[in-house]
């Protein structure tokens, strides 16, 4: 019979907690809350034997990994070393193994739970100020990712076919549910690069949980289908997406509603996908009514002059055609939150060796990457900002610089210590620089090494023969 053996519990999870400026009476505080982390721990039944290696602890060490530049099994194993010397514990073993079999025994569904609990949770408490005339949006984008050539990776996540076999890495394909007020993950589903149901819209379809009546979703033309559309508003989910090439547009038909905004009506594909099952096809409306509008950018730079964006918003007099041009803009927003996801946390290449790890790893990226959007929050609610206003590095590097003195601080010093953790973000804001125009081209040259165009056995055997 398995127990949760541990000798300070709430200790160990206020400095999960403390890490990302996380404490009672602060703004936003309730979003890890040290109960919600107990509740999580015990429903996904994270416990075992171990004195020193518990459940809190290893989390709280997998999530300072994935913050830290280094990213190493042995720096985190260090600085769970000096954290328990600093509280007068017995330290743990400086060898690596005991961690890594730590991670393995943490259910895949702890990471996941809290990743989205701490996402939607301060999606729901965004200000008014925050939201979209009032109402919510949630951006969907997809991208890619890769991992160790193991062979277990390679059998879950299989390489691209046009890479040889031995040279080429796994690759996973995985679509993010953004909040567009505050920037968190609310959702997310990882899967496979190639194969039949392996791209975007496969996996978002395993996603519309995520969305609520009332919700806008606001994506690129990948997700402009009927299917996807139609089953959105099925759940009284409004869309905004920009129109695939293959849908002309002819704007002298329809319902005109102003110049190069109007109401069509798309009929239902007679033909059923394999993929649907026909008591969902036979609920789907045999007509769409959704509505065009045209979009000219007259920026210099820009590679998209003119563009049609297809909604499910009809009332022209609610949302005029300039409200949907700006909103579709800041779909870009997506594509900035996945690079701080890819470049600024290191998602871009996964570290774990077999696919169980790596789908830990992933959802622990999307756990601190929200923790870090909470702190941003926190930020913009007290010196009068909007979230998106603040610099995502600036404050995962005043979280890296400040880490030590939060985890130590006093619940009397703790808030002043966040208080320089938000002034320190809050001074480094995102500048507003409109259709700013950079080329797509790097100045400094990368190192003159040959390619590694066959496995690397191989490439060592030849090496040594050429000696």
Same mark, same amino acid.
């Not at 729901?124 to 005339?133: I, K, T, V």
């Not at 040889?164 to 899967?191: E, M, Q, W």
């Not at 005109?256 to 009506?265: E, Q, S």
């Given at each position: 019979?398995?127990?949760?053996?541990?000798?300070?519990?709430?200790?160990?999870?206020?400095?999960?907690?403390?890490?990302?400026?996380?404490?009672?009476?602060?703004?936003?505080?309730?979003?890890?809350?040290?109960?919600?982390?107990?509740?999580?721990?015990?429903?996904?039944?994270?416990?075992?034997?171990?004195?020193?290696?518990?459940?809190?602890?290893?989390?709280?060490?997998?999530?300072?990994? @994935?913050?830290?530049?280094?990213?190493?099994?042995?720096?985190?194993?260090?600085?769970?070393?000096?954290?328990?010397?600093?509280?007068?514990?017995?330290?743990?073993?400086?060898?690596?193994?005991?961690?890594?079999?730590?991670?393995?025994?943490?259910?895949?569904?702890?990471?996941?739970?809290?990743?989205?609990?701490?996402?939607?949770?301060?999606?729901?408490?965004?200000?008014?100020?925050?939201?979209?005339?009032?109402?919510?949006?949630?951006?969907?984008?997809?991208?890619?990712?890769?991992?160790?050539?193991?062979?277990?990776?390679?059998?879950?996540?299989?390489?691209?076919?046009?890479?040889?076999?031995?040279?080429?890495?796994?690759?996973?394909?995985?679509?993010?549910?953004?909040?567009?007020?505050?920037?968190?993950?609310?959702?997310?589903?990882?899967?496979?690069?190639?194969?039949?149901?392996?791209?975007?819209?496969?996996?978002?379809?395993?996603?519309?949980?995520?969305?609520?009546?009332?919700?806008?979703?606001?994506?690129?033309?990948?997700?402009?289908?009927?299917?996807?559309?139609?089953?959105?508003?099925?759940?009284?989910?409004?869309?905004?997406?920009?129109?695939?090439?293959?849908?002309?547009?002819?704007?002298?038909?329809?319902?005109?509603?102003?110049?190069?905004?109007?109401?069509?009506?798309?009929?239902?594909?007679?033909?059923?996908?394999?993929?649907?099952?026909?008591?969902?096809?036979?609920?789907?409306?045999?007509?769409?009514?959704?509505?065009?509008?045209?979009?000219?950018?007259?920026?210099?730079?820009?590679?998209?002059?003119?563009?049609?964006?297809?909604?499910?918003?009809?009332?022209?007099?609610?949302?005029?055609?300039?409200?949907?041009?700006?909103?579709?803009?800041?779909?870009?927003?997506?594509?900035?939150?996945?690079?701080?996801?890819?470049?600024?946390?290191?998602?871009? @290449?996964?570290?774990?060796?077999?696919?169980?790890?790596?789908?830990?790893?992933?959802?622990?990226?999307?756990?601190?990457?929200?923790?870090?959007?909470?702190?941003?929050?926190?930020?913009?609610?007290?010196?009068?900002?909007?979230?998106?206003?603040?610099?995502?590095?600036?404050? @995962?590097?005043?979280?890296?610089?400040?880490?030590?003195?939060?985890?130590?601080?006093?619940?009397?010093?703790?808030?002043?210590?966040?208080?320089?953790?938000?002034?320190?973000?809050?001074?480094?804001?995102?500048?507003?620089?409109?259709?700013?125009?950079?080329?797509?081209?790097?100045?400094?040259?990368?190192?003159?090494?040959?390619?590694?165009?066959?496995?690397?056995?191989?490439?060592?055997?030849?090496?040594?023969?050429?000696?």
């Amino acid at each position: 019979m398995r127990h949760f053996n541990n000798s300070s519990p709430s200790r160990q999870i206020d400095s999960l907690r403390r890490q990302f400026a996380q404490a009672d009476g602060l703004p936003f505080a309730d979003v890890l809350s040290a109960d919600a982390i107990a509740s999580a721990l015990q429903a996904e039944q994270a416990s075992w034997r171990q004195k020193i290696l518990t459940p809190a602890r290893t989390l709280w060490a997998f999530l300072s990994q @994935v913050l830290d530049r280094d990213g190493s099994c042995r720096a985190a194993v260090a600085r769970l070393m000096a954290w328990l010397v600093s509280q007068g514990a017995a330290p743990c073993s400086p060898e690596t193994d005991p961690y890594c079999k730590a991670r393995q025994r943490l259910p895949e569904g702890l990471p996941r739970r809290l990743a989205r609990q701490t996402g939607r949770q301060l999606h729901q408490q965004a200000p008014p100020g925050w939201l979209w005339q009032g109402r919510r949006v949630k951006v969907v984008d997809g991208s890619t990712l890769s991992m160790p050539d193991t062979p277990q990776n390679q059998q879950a996540y299989p390489q691209s076919r046009s890479q040889k076999p031995g040279v080429g890495f796994p690759i996973a394909r995985f679509v993010v549910v953004l909040c567009l007020a505050c920037g968190t993950a609310l959702d997310a589903a990882l899967g496979r690069y190639r194969g039949k149901q392996t791209g975007e819209n496969a996996l978002l379809r395993t996603l519309h949980d995520a969305f609520e009546k009332d919700d806008v979703v606001l994506a690129d033309r990948y997700y402009s289908g009927y299917w996807d559309i139609a089953l959105l508003r099925q759940r009284g989910v409004d869309v905004v997406v920009r129109k695939h090439q293959l849908r002309a547009s002819d704007f002298r038909t329809g319902q005109r509603l102003g110049p190069y905004d109007h109401v069509v009506v798309w009929t239902k594909p007679k033909q059923k996908p394999a993929w649907m099952k026909a008591a969902t096809y036979r609920a789907l409306p045999a007509q769409l009514a959704v509505r065009e509008v045209r979009v000219r950018v007259g920026v210099p730079g820009f590679r998209t002059k003119v563009l049609d964006v297809v909604t499910t918003l009809l009332d022209a007099g609610a949302v005029s055609r300039a409200a949907l041009a700006d909103l579709y803009r800041a779909r870009w927003h997506a594509e900035l939150d996945l690079r701080s996801l890819k470049i600024a946390l290191g998602m871009d @290449v996964l570290r774990c060796k077999s696919p169980a790890m790596i789908r830990k790893e992933f959802w622990m990226h999307l756990l601190a990457y929200n923790l870090i959007r909470t702190v941003m929050a926190q930020a913009a609610s007290q010196l009068d900002l909007r979230p998106r206003e603040i610099s995502f590095t600036a404050t @995962v590097q005043a979280l890296r610089a400040f880490a030590v003195y939060l985890e130590m601080a006093s619940d009397h010093g703790l808030s002043l210590w966040c208080e320089f953790v938000w002034l320190f973000s809050a001074q480094h804001q995102v500048m507003n620089r409109p259709d700013r125009v950079e080329p797509r081209a790097r100045k400094r040259r990368p190192k003159s090494y040959p390619l590694l165009n066959k496995p690397r056995a191989q490439a060592r055997t030849y090496s040594k023969a050429k000696t």
